[in-house]
């Protein structure tokens, strides 16, 4: 299930609350200060219109500006951002149309993802200069994970197109067991040797090497330094 950023900060602001009844006014802003937050978000906004052949996109760094600034008034200043995927290389939108079948990505969700990653650097980069003590960094998913579809073997892995768990091409229909409409599915011995879980979602293996990646010595030195 996910959970929308408008809830997510509703949720922040109750522990706020909560934090400042046990530590008190004053140590609960510097805790919140010396806490890391990380954002990645984008993906679903961007690929809906393409599955549900709407023409309507939503402004997903917009609404995350926004929450941002609310999380820095409360005392936030340490950042993490995940710029977005290629997402037309996600299983589920590879087998949208007929020529992808060979094994392309679907262009025109790679481009919006270019697009908003983009914009990000644009919008983070104005912030840190509005908001008093912002500190941000921009982790750069989407060449992590281009190299693990195009070089899977180099980061331990057999499969780096076809997910998992699916069904059709790639895997690529959303049918994964739960409460599907296709009840079903194809499902691999060895998760770990995939880069797709499903038709939308990375395995663990993926997440926990971006992980790793992301909070190396140089990512922890740098936010130790604030």
């Not at 530590?23 to 200060?33: D, L, N, Q, V």
């Not at 069904?167 to 770990?192: A, Q």
């Amino acid at each position: 299930m996910v959970i929308d950023l408008r809830t997510q900060l509703k949720y922040y602001k109750k522990e706020m609350s909560e934090l400042r009844q046990k530590k008190g006014h004053s140590e609960a802003p510097i805790i919140s200060s010396s806490a890391v937050y990380l954002f990645s978000i984008g993906t679903n906004d961007y690929i809906s219109p393409f599955l549900l052949n709407s023409t309507t996109l939503m402004p997903s760094y917009h609404h995350s500006q926004y929450v941002e600034m609310a999380i820095h008034k409360r005392g936030g200043r340490k950042f993490v951002f995940l710029n977005l995927g290629e997402l037309g290389c996600l299983p589920g939108l590879r087998i949208l149309r007929a020529e992808t079948k060979c094994g392309g990505c679907l262009e025109e969700a790679s481009y919006l993802a270019k697009l908003h990653n983009k914009a990000l650097k644009t919008l983070l980069s104005e912030m840190e200069q509005q908001l008093h003590g912002f500190k941000y960094f921009l982790y750069d998913f989407n060449s992590s994970l281009a190299q693990k579809i195009t070089q899977p073997s180099k980061y331990g892995f057999k499969e780096g197109k076809k997910a998992c768990c699916g069904t059709g091409h790639f895997n690529g229909i959303f049918s994964c067991g739960g409460k599907r409409v296709v009840k079903d599915y194809e499902l691999c011995n060895n998760p770990s040797e995939f880069v797709f879980w499903d038709s939308y979602h990375l395995t663990e293996r993926v997440y926990k090497q971006m992980a790793d990646q992301m909070w190396s010595r140089s990512l922890k030195k740098f936010f130790l330094c604030f």
